[in-house]
C-alpha cells in the first residue's frame, strides 16, 4: 500500500507534532480542497507528463521536427486548479506551500510570488519583440518548465498586467497548465476600478472556469499568533486572548484539568487550569489570596511554566498584591521557570507607580498635585525591589534566559519526571 501522502496529511502531521495548533475548520476545508487536486494530479501524472524526466525523455525521443508538426497532439487532461482567497494572516500562504512542498521533486512544478512572475513575464517578452505572438511563444517556455504553477498574492493593480493575463493564460490552461493561487481578493474584485477594466473581465471567467475558488474565512489571523508564538508578555486589546492560544501552543493543545499540589507543610494549593507541565492561573488567584513565597516554591516543584492572566498596574490601592507578584517573580527566576502572561502595562510601566520614600514627590496643598498622587505607592522595601523586578521580567522574555529554562527541565527531566498531581 502506497504511504499515504498530500498537504492535508502534512497539516495533520504538524498539528500531532505540536507545530501548528488544531482546530480551525476553515484551514481543514481549504486543505481538502488542496488534498483532492493533489490525488487528482497524482492519478493524472502520466498523462499530464508532470515526471520531468519522462518528459525530457518523451522530447528526446522524438523523431524530427517534421513529424512532430504532423504528429497529433496528446491530448492533456482537463485539471483545474485552486484560487484561495480570504483575509491577511489566515493562513493561504502556508497552505498553498504545504501543497507545493509535498508534490514530488520530480515533477514539472514552479512556485513564485505574483510581482516575480510578473517581472519574469515582461522580462522574457522584451526577448521575444518581433515574434508574430509573443504571448503564445512565452506560454510555450512555460509550460515546458512547469506544469503546476504556485503563483502567491495574486494582487493586479497595473494595466499592463491587466491586458496581459487574459490572453497568458488562455493560452497556458490550453496547454494544460494547473493554477494554484492565492490572493487576498475574490476574483470578481481583482483589479477593481483599474483602467480599461472591462479587457480584464474575461480573465475572471476563465479563472472561475479553470479554477476552483475556495475562501479561506479563518476569523484568526496567524500573523498575530505568530507573535504568540514568540511572544511571553501580551500587552493592549486582546491580550488574554492571545495568552490562552500561547497555552494552548506550548501544551500542544493538550487536554486540560484542574490540579491540587502540595506546596508546603501539608499545605495544598489549587490550580486551576494545568497541562503537560504548565499552570495557568488568573492574577487573584496567586496574588491576592493569602499565599507567600513557601506556596511559589512548592508551585515550581510541580509546574515549569506559569500563565498568569491579567497583572494590573501596581499602586497604593493593590500594594499586599504588588508584594506577592515581587515576590512571585524572584521565586520564578530562582526557579529557572517560564513566566508567561497578560498585563495592563509593559513591566516599567507596571511598577512605575511605586516609589522609595526618598524618592517620593515632596508634599504639596495643590489638590490636583495630590489627586495625580492619589495612587502613588510610598514603600522603601518595594521601590527598592522594583527595579530588580523590572529587570527580571525582560530577561525572563529573551533567548538566553528561555534557553537556561530548557536546560534546567532537561535536567529535571533526567533526575524525575514533572509531577503534576490532580482532583480525584
Known sequence: ELERAGPLVEYERRISSGHLLPGDKYQEDALRALQALFDLLKSTAAESRLDRTSAEQSHGRSKSWWSELLSPKPSVPSVRGLYLYGGVGTGKTMLMDMFYEQLPSTWRKRRLHFHDFMLNVHSRLQKLKGVTDPLEMLAEELSKEAVILCVDEFMVTDVADALILNRLFGHLWSKGIVLVSTSNRAPDQLYERGLQRDLFLPFIASLKERCVVHKVGSPTDYRKLNAVEKGLYFVGEGASEMLKEKFRVVTN???????????????????????????????????????????YFGLFNHFHTLFLEGVPV????????????????????????????????????????????????????????????ADLLVDNELGFAK???????????????????????????????????TDS
Open 253 to 295: 493543545g493538550e487536554f486540560t484539568a484542574p490540579a491540587t499540589v502540595e506546596v508546603v507543610m501539608g499545605r495544598r494549593l489549587k490550580v486551576p487550569i494545568s497541562a503537560n507541565g504548565c499552570a495557568y492561573f488568573q492574577f487573584y488567584e496567586l496574588c491576592e489570596m493569602p499565599l507567600g513565597a513557601a506556596d
Open 387 to 421: 527595579e530588580r523586578t523590572i529587570s527580571r521580567l525582560i530577561e525572563m522574555q529573551t533567548k538566553e534566559y528561555i534557553d537556561d529554562h530548557a536546560a534546567s527541565r532537561l535536567d529535571d527531566d533526567n533526575d524525575s519526571p514533572v509531577a503534576t498531581g
Open 314 to 373: 501596581f499602586g497604593s490601592h493593590n500594594r499586599v498584591a504588588a508584594y506577592r507578584f515581587v515576590t512571585l517573580i524572584d521565586v520564578l527566576y530562582e526557579n529557572k521557570a517560564r513566566f508567561v502572561c497578560s498585563a495592563e502595562a509593559p513591566p516599567k510601566e507596571l511598577l512605575e507607580r511605586i516609589v522609595t520614600i526618598a524618592d517620593a514627590p515632596k508634599r504639596t496643598s495643590s489638590r490636583s498635585a495630590r489627586n495625580d498622587d
